[in-house]
C-alpha cells in the first residue's frame, strides 16, 4: 500500500480483556517498529522487526504485552487482560532499511480501557 | 539512553510569523529526524536530517552532530502548521522521541 495502515482506528476495551492491533507496513519495508504514545507525551519505543524477526523488545512493559511478525509482512501487537495504565494510542512505524533510518508512520490506534 | 531536550515546549505565533525550534541530545546519534504530529495525531516526516541543511519549501532544517543540536525553522507559518513538533534521535535501533513543541498558529 501507500502508507503505513492500522486498524482499528480506535478501541474501547472493559478493564481484564484482551486486544490485538493490527499493522500494515509499506510493502518491501524490512523494519517495523511499535511505539506507545500516553497523553501530551512523546511516542515511546516498544518493540522492532527486521523482516521476520523480532530483534529487540526491550520496550514491552510488561509480559501482558506481546507482537508478532510471522511472514515479515503483517504485524499484530497484543495486549492481554487490559489495564488503565494501557489507554493510550499505539503507532506502528516501518521502514525500507535496517534500523530506522526514513520511518514512515502510520495514523495510529487509539486505545481506551474502561 | 540517549537524552532528547526540546524548546520551547510551547509556541503561539500570528500567520505569517517566522519561528526556531531547537533540539538538544546528549550523545552521538546516527539518525534524527523531525517530524509534525498534526491535530488528528499523524506524524508525519518533515526531514531525515543526521547531520547538514535541508529545505522543503517554507520549512528548513539544520543539525550540527559535532554540538549535539539541531534546528527547525518555519517561515511565513500558516494555520496549518499547528500541532507538535518532535525531534526524535537513535544511535541503535530505535528512535528516541523528545517532549515536543505544541505550536499553535492563528489567523
Known amino acids: 500500500g501507500a502508507g503505513v495502515s492500522q486498524s482499528p482506528r480506535y478501541k474501547v476495551a472493559k478493564r481484564g480483556q484482551d486486544v490485538a492491533l493490527r499493522c500494515d507496513p509499506i510493502?518491501?519495508?524490512?523494519?517495523l517498529f511499535w511505539y506507545q504514545q500516553a497523553l501530551g507525551q512523546g511516542p515511546e519505543f516498544l518493540t522492532y522487526?527486521?523482516?521476520?524477526?523480532?530483534?529487540?523488545k526491550s520496550g514491552l512493559p510488561s509480559d501482558r504485552f506481546f507482537a508478532e511478525r510471522p511472514e515479515g509482512s503483517v504485524s499484530t501487537l497484543k495486549i492481554q487482560r487490559t489495564q488503565q495504565e494501557d489507554s493510550a494510542v499505539y503507532l506502528c512505524?516501518?521502514?525500507?532499511?535496517?534500523?530506522?533510518?526514513?520511518?514512515?508512520f502510520g495514523s495510529g490506534t487509539r486505545l481506551t480501557v474502561v | 539512553g540517549i537524552q532528547v531536550e526540546q524548546s520551547p515546549p510551547d509556541l503561539i505565533l500570528q500567520e505569517g510569523a517566522n519561528s526556531t525550534l531547537r533540539c538538544n541530545f546528549s550523545?552521538?546519534?546516527?539518525?534524527l529526524q523531525w517530524f509534525h504530529q498534526n491535530p488528528w495525531g499523524q506524524l508525519i516526516n518533515l526531514f531525515y536530517?543526521?547531520?547538514g541543511t535541508k529545505q522543503n519549501g517554507r520549512l528548513s532544517a539544520t543539525t550540527v552532530a559535532t554540538e549535539r543540536y539541531s534546528l527547525l525553522y518555519i517561515s511565513s507559518s500558516q494555520t496549518t502548521d499547528s500541532g507538535v513538533y518532535f525531534c526524535?534521535?537513535?544511535?541503535?535501533?530505535?528512535?528516541?522521541f523528545g517532549t515536543g513543541t505544541r505550536l499553535q498558529v492563528f489567523p
Open positions: 512505524a516501518s521502514s525500507l532499511g535496517r534500523g530506522p533510518a526514513g520511518y514512515t
Open positions: 510493502s518491501g519495508h524490512v523494519s
Open positions: 522487526f527486521q523482516n521476520e524477526a523480532q530483534l529487540d
Open positions: 550523545d552521538s546519534v546516527n539518525n
Open positions: 536530517i543526521p547531520s
Open positions: 526524535a534521535v537513535a544511535n541503535t535501533d530505535k528512535l528516541i
